[in-house]
């Protein structure tokens, strides 16, 4: 496959995910947390909103490296060959007052059931910019990408 085919195959990937599993360092051990995700046009960042009163949160403040995981296990028509999962590490932080209108603006695009959510103040806009993308697919074949992928 040519890096053309692989590129738009990862952001076919990335796009079709509602949901991620993001793992951050907690104080004692790391913590995950099932995350609503909006992936962006190209692939290098994801968006998902929290409240600023959680141990997720709390993480992210005391140190900026996660890393989200996509999966399509779920899927119940995916035979074993086909699925993947997808590990993105990056960095988050949350999104500048500058930005937050525009960013919630394309977030709510993709889940406009979370608007009352992501209009109260104790909510914060997490963006992870990534710094790369990890896939594995056909039972253990990984393949890097750099960001931007190309």
């Known amino acids: 496959m040519d890096n053309k085919m692989t590129s738009e195959k990862l952001s076919r990937m990335l796009h079709e995910h509602d949901f991620g599993v993001?793992?951050?360092n907690g104080v004692e051990y790391p913590y995950t947390s099932l995350v609503t995700i909006y992936v962006s046009d190209d692939c290098q960042y994801l968006l998902f909103p929290t409240l600023r009163e959680t141990q997720k949160y709390t993480n992210l403040c005391r140190d900026i490296h996660v890393s989200v995981l996509l999966d399509n296990r779920?899927?119940?028509d995916v035979t074993g060959d086909k699925r993947y999962a997808i590990s993105i590490p990056g960095i988050a932080c949350e999104v500048s007052e500058r930005m937050v209108s525009s960013c919630k603006e394309r977030f709510l695009g993709r889940h406009p059931n979370l608007a009352e959510f992501l209009s109260q103040s104790e909510t914060a806009l997490i963006q992870v910019t990534f710094n790369k993308i990890i896939l594995v697919e056909d039972f253990g074949r990984v393949t890097e990408f750099g960001c931007p992928i190309q």
Do not use: W
Request: glycine share 0%; net charge neutral; hydrophobic share 50%.
């Open 74 to 76: 779920s899927v119940t």
């Open 22 to 24: 993001l793992a951050t």
